[in-house]
């Protein structure tokens, strides 16, 4: 007879119906925001800029996702040693472990997805360019920006999310510090206006 395995139930947080609304919420208007913001911008500028800034965003993209990968392969239980110990931006680490859903749901999701929206657009808006630049009326250009967008994308996010599995701690302990750095900034400017 087959011995049964029993795995340990890991404890996360559930979601509230409001904190999804509020969620999708922001990312409409995020979106928005930004698809304005790339539109304005690419009108202007030279055709090797608007290629640096598709770079750019497709690089904001892959970071954003390694990072929510890393708070959701981490284990809290190395970090409970440095927030005794007082260590800048553990406490912040072990409060982005305890939310990992909706931290990587942000991570991943919202801002992910909202780089991938802006790359597409960015795309778009050069190959619009080439062709209006060179008088042509090409397909295939279409299609080979939609498939180096797509390629940069995966293939940056493939090699992002296995380096962020490997050093998940560090990774998390780093955007810690960095919370905890931004909270004593805007702390510090809500007391300066009081």
Same mark, same amino acid.
């Given at each position: 007879m087959a011995k049964r395995i029993k795995f340990k139930q890991v404890k996360v947080k559930k979601q509230s119906a409001k904190t999804l609304l509020l969620i999708t919420?922001? !990312? =409409?208007?995020?979106a928005m925001? =930004? &698809?304005?913001? =790339?539109?304005?911008? *690419? +009108?202007?500028?030279?055709?090797l800029v608007a290629f640096f800034l598709l770079i750019g965003i497709i690089v904001v993209g892959i970071i954003f996702d390694g990072m929510g990968n890393a708070v959701v392969a981490v284990d809290e239980v190395s970090f409970h040693s440095m927030a +005794?110990?007082?260590?800048?931006? +553990?406490?912040?680490?072990? !409060?982005?472990?305890?939310?990992?859903?909706?931290?990587?749901?942000l991570f991943n999701d919202v801002i992910g997805d909202i780089c991938g929206i802006i790359s597409g657009s960015t795309a778009t808006a050069i190959v619009l360019s080439l062709e209006t630049g060179?008088?042509?009326?090409?397909?295939? *250009? &279409?299609? +080979?920006?939609?498939?180096?967008?797509a390629a940069v994308t995966i293939g940056g996010k493939a090699v992002g999310k296995s380096f962020a599995i490997a050093r998940a701690r560090y990774i998390v302990y780093y955007v810690g510090i960095v919370i905890y750095y931004m909270k004593r900034v805007f702390g510090r400017l809500k007391t300066n206006k009081k």
């Open positions: 919420g922001i !990312t =409409f208007v995020i925001l =930004f &698809s304005y913001i =790339f539109e304005v911008l *690419l +009108a202007d500028v030279p055709l +005794a110990s007082k260590v800048k931006g +553990a406490k912040e680490s072990i !409060t982005l472990i305890r939310n990992a859903p909706m931290v990587a749901n060179f008088g042509i009326q090409s397909v295939l *250009l &279409s299609i +080979a920006m939609s498939g180096f967008v």
